[in-house]
Nanobody, 121 residues
């Protein structure tokens, strides 16, 4: 089982980035996918998640209206489109899979390595 997050980088405040989470080694279409982030000195927090079919999504209040989660099961890939980025969005972003849609990180079974997003002012 592998999850590979990519797409992070340095962007100015107000800019956009699209993160990708590529899954391999299992049938990812059977799993919910979540995006989490951890900023320096802070606890990990849930950002967004999407059900196995893509029909249900959840967003943290801090990103609602700015971020959009999606998935392409044919490509075993999930995405996180991040618009209107703020300095406080700076963090390492991780993707993970769970048996059901959940906001709780502990319910996610497999985690990928993170990708760093840095938003400058």
């Amino acid at each position: 089982v592998q999850l590979q997050a990519s797409g992070g980088g340095l962007v100015q405040a107000g800019g956009s980035l699209r993160l990708s989470c590529a899954a391999s080694g299992f049938t990812s279409e059977h799993y919910a996918i979540g995006w989490f982030r951890q900023a320096p000195g802070k606890e990990r927090e849930g950002v967004s998640c999407i059900s196995s079919s893509g029909g249900a999504t959840y967003y943290a209040t801090s990103v609602k209206g700015r971020f959009t989660i999606s998935r392409d099961n044919a490509k075993s890939t999930a995405y996180l489109q991040m618009n209107s980025l703020k300095v406080e969005d700076t963090a390492v972003y991780f993707c993970a899979v769970a048996g059901r849609l959940s906001r709780i990180g502990a319910e996610y079974n497999y985690w990928g390595r993170g990708t760093l997003v840095t938003v400058s002012s």
